[in-house]
């Protein structure tokens, strides 16, 4: 951890949770060259420490620890090369942290990222800005896109991928009509066969 190479996917917090607890995780670090920032990785540990140790089955805060428990686990893996945490100065504070190191990482290294992977609407539309107002090619994509990475590189099936991407999205409780378009966003592949029409794009 903290080795600060930038490999060229970015991610967030709540990206890496809702990826990690996903059947394609595992797969994920076998395959992928992520990196996150130290204060998302904070978040990752105060997540596990101010959550309940043994959550209700199903429950959200069961849904927040397994997912930040299987993501710090690459993070904190010396030995793997693949998984990176670089440092964000100055260190943002507050609830939206994680997000606005994203932020800063960016605007600092412009030609470092392909993609910045968030959860947050608002906080992909704010990177983009950053990505156009810098004239690169990046752009900033919800976390379904990284188990679309995974399919593109032939590690998974296209119902591996389509299975996982409903996974995430019933985990998430992403149901709402917008949620269901923004995940689905830069997608180019059909799950219809595979997924019920609530958490399929329109």
Known sequence: MGSGTRHPVLVDTDALIAVANTALWPKITETLNLTTTNVCVQELKRHVQETPKYPLDGSREQWIRNGSENALVPFEDDANS??????S?????????????????????????????????????????EFDQLDTEGR??????????LFDADACTKEEFCQACGELLKGEGWTG?????????AIPVDC?????DDVLPT
């Not at 693949?82 to 440092?87: E, I, K, L």
């Not at 219809?192 to 019920?196: K, N, V």
């Open 82 to 87: 693949s998984f990176t945490v670089v440092s």
């Open 89 to 129: 100065v100055p260190r943002p504070h507050g609830e939206d942290a994680g997000e606005k190191s994203l932020q800063q990482e960016v605007s600092q290294q412009p030609g470092a990222y392909t993609f910045a992977v968030l959860m947050d609407r608002a906080g992909r539309t704010a990177i983009n800005r």
């Open 140 to 149: 900033a994509v919800a976390p379904p896109f990284l188990l679309y990475l």
């Open 177 to 185: 009509y917008q949620a269901v378009q923004a995940a689905w966003e």
């Open 192 to 196: 219809s066969e595979f997924l019920p």
